[in-house]
């Protein structure tokens, strides 16, 4: 299938290119110490990528350990409820080990860095999703972990900062600046450079220098070859739209890989937080420009100066001022939409498919359970699979406080 000019049918053999350029977008903008480890790693991954023993391992892990293949649900009174004759379905990231999708590309990167001959794992984390994620495949693996953490998240993501300890991680506290994830990732950074011969870096998502924003949605473009398969056998079709959240972009991409190459619309949703006010939301594709930071070249949302701006969302781990590089190309080829869901509409939908479906959904995947609701109504008939990246469990406290019971 033909989009814009672009082939889809052989998309992942040329996107990214050798240099990790999707269109003007990715490459590798770091120091030279960080671009010979970033070689390093690339090269291990296109070893490995192709080795029969690492398949295999990966392949058992996922099904063994994560719980892998999760499920398609339907969502019966959901649908119903909508009077519209469109029916909603939920790949379920959820059921996932460790309750999201960040499992999944944190085991394929633990499992690179074991194929390499590493003894540890670095990263940094902003609420401690990604923190958790990785501290669980560090002790899978018998890899030594190391997280950064600013002192404002560590105060403020006490469970996460626990369940990172009993897994064996070290979470080494960042104080300089505002102490929050920028402050992390530089320090993270810097150890990586000092420790490089021993330790692999683990980015969180389909962000940062080649190869990185490769390597991550490779290994999440489970969820979308998954799902593809299961909606054709629940459904014998394709759906008509696909949907899901967008912060620094890997479950979307994730799931987005497995429908680029057929006829289904993709929508990719930002957060609108309380409103359009640069500091208010974290849309970065919606109100961002092209830029670098953190060793990519993406569409990103700046502040006077040109630094990252200040950005906000309900759903802390959507709260990122850039996006992954291919979601910038995909948004300038328009082969995916993005679109925006504020605060208020997400805790609605929160409550919707708790109630409804008795699932509770991460705050982040409530954005894409919005979305995925409103377009439904606005279609009339179809089909629409939204990835549900995550579970709820995490934002219980924090969404009783701040909204109560509704
Ligand atoms: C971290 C996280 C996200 C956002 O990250 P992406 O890289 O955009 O997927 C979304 N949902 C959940 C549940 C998360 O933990």
């Not at 192709?50 to 063994?64: G, Q």
């Not at 519209?84 to 996932?96: F, I, Q, S």
């Not at 390499?116 to 990263?123: E, L, N, R, T």
């Not at 409804?356 to 629409?384: C, D, F, R, T």
Request: aromatic letters at 10%; glycine letters at 12%; a negative charge.
């Amino acid at each position: 299938m033909k989009y814009n000019n672009v082939e889809f049918d052989t998309y992942f053999k040329n996107y990214p290119d050798k240099n990790g350029y999707f269109g003007k977008y990715g490459g590798s903008y770091v120091t030279p110490e960080l671009a010979r480890a970033m070689k390093e790693i690339a090269e291990a991954y296109e070893t490995v990528c192709k080795s029969p023993d690492f398949i295999a391992e990966l392949r058992r892990i996922r099904k063994e350990f994560q719980g892998r293949p999760t499920p398609v649900s339907y969502l019966k009174r959901l649908s119903a409820s909508l009077g519209t004759g469109v029916h909603l379905y939920a790949k379920r990231e959820d059921l996932n080990h460790t309750g999201a999708h960040k499992l999944n590309h944190c085991m394929g990167e633990a499992l690179l860095a074991k194929y390499m001959g590493k003894k540890k794992v670095i990263a940094e984390t902003g609420a401690g999703q990604h923190g958790v994620a990785l501290a669980t495949a560090a002790a899978y693996f018998g890899l030594e972990c190391d997280i950064y953490m600013g002192s404002v998240d560590i105060k403020k993501q006490a469970p996460n900062v626990a369940r990172m300890k009993v897994l064996g991680a070290r979470v080494v506290e960042v104080t300089e600046g505002l102490a929050t994830l920028k402050e992390a990732v530089d320090a993270a950074f810097a150890a990586y450079c000092r420790e490089y011969k021993d330790a692999i870096y683990c980015i969180g998502s389909v962000v940062g220098p080649h190869p990185f924003p490769m390597m991550v949605r490779d290994f999440q473009s489970i969820v979308g070859i998954e799902a593809r398969e299961q909606f054709i056998e629940m459904t014998g079709a394709l759906p008509d739209a696909v949907v899901a959240c967008v912060g620094g972009g890997s479950n979307s991409m994730g799931i987005f890989a497995g429908f680029l190459n057929d006829p289904v619309e993709i929508y990719g949703v930002e957060p609108l937080g309380r409103g359009e006010k640069m500091g208010d939301h974290a849309a970065s594709l919606k109100y961002g420009e092209e830029g670098i930071m953190h060793g990519f070249n993406s569409i990103m949302l700046k502040d006077e100066n040109g630094e990252p701006s200040p950005v906000y969302s309900v759903a802390s781990g959507l709260d990122y001022p850039s996006s992954g590089p291919e979601h910038a190309f995909l948004h300038d080829i328009g082969r995916v939409k993005y679109d925006v869901v504020g605060d208020e509409e997400t805790i609605d939908a929160f409550y919707t498919l708790s109630r409804m479906e008795g699932i509770i959904p991460a705050i982040e995947s409530s954005h894409a359970v919005a979305y995925g609701i409103k377009l439904a109504k606005a279609m009339g008939k179809g089909s629409v699979l939204i990835n549900l990246s995550g579970r709820g469990d995490k934002d219980m406290d924090y969404i009783i406080e701040k909204y109560g019971i509704r």
